[in-house]
């Protein structure tokens, strides 16, 4: 069975950090191209960034670039997503999500206070 | 930046009725269209890719059709456990968009 398990959400201030992890299992990480999805609270759903299998190609959404940074390490089957310079604007919660986006995790909740 | 257009953003609907929901795309994105349903508190579940291929699993009161800009998801026969929000997303570029979403509500 096909899990990703997000962690690394809580509350920071405006202008911090944070780093979210997504651990995956139960299917073949090293071949599996990722993304990351947030949605807002009430809000819709927006997708935030790529990273190809091997980690050598990554996308952003223009709303992040620059400040947040996807990355992963494909022995300890994990997804990551630093979060620098946040705002008010980044209070969501993020969902990482195999590609083809058939299989996402449960989401975590990131609330930036101002 | 391609932005997709749903329509309704909301709709009231009984339990049998048909619902159509439809995605414009601000330009062509060939048949690289999903379609999830997201119940609150849930992550979305993927229906429908590659505009009108349903997913493994997914019941075949659902489908979805259209190509170029013009996309609708259609169900043929609600149920209670319809009562969702709907969103399209493509995937002919990045950065993927989404759009705004329609929720479907008991009439």
């Known amino acids: 069975e096909v899990q990703l398990l997000e962690s690394g959400g809580g509350l920071v201030q405006s202008g911090g950090s944070l780093r979210l992890s997504c651990a995956a299992s139960?299917?073949?990480?090293?071949?599996?191209?990722m993304d990351w999805i947030r949605q807002a609270p009430g809000k819709g759903l927006e997708w935030v960034s790529f990273?190809?299998?091997?980690?050598?190609?990554?996308y952003y959404a223009d709303s992040v670039k620059g400040r947040f940074t996807i990355s992963r390490d494909n022995p300890k089957k994990t997804l990551y997503l630093q979060m620098n310079s946040l705002t008010a604007e980044d209070t969501a919660v993020y969902y990482c999500?195999?590609?083809?986006?058939?299989?996402w995790g449960q989401g975590t909740l990131v609330t930036v206070s101002s | 930046d391609i932005q997709l257009t749903q329509s309704p953003s909301s709709l009231s609907a009984s339990v049998g009725d048909r619902v159509t929901i439809t995605c414009r795309a601000s330009?062509?994105?060939?048949?690289?269209l999903a379609w999830f349903q997201q119940k609150p508190g849930k992550a979305p579940k993927s229906l429908i890719y590659?505009?009108?291929n349903l997913q493994s699993g997914v019941p075949s009161k659902f489908s979805g059709s259209g190509s170029g800009t013009d996309f609708t998801l259609t169900i043929s026969s609600l149920q209670p456990e319809d009562f969702a929000t709907y969103y399209c997303?493509?995937?002919?570029?990045?950065?993927?968009?989404f759009g705004g979403g329609t929720k479907v509500e008991i009439k």
């Open positions: 330009q062509d994105i060939n048949t690289y």
């Open positions: 139960g299917f073949t990480f090293s071949t599996s191209n």
């Open positions: 999500a195999r590609g083809g986006w058939v299989d």
């Open positions: 997303q493509q995937y002919n570029s990045y950065p993927r968009t």
């Open positions: 990273i190809t299998s091997s980690g050598e190609s990554t």
């Open positions: 590659g505009a009108s």
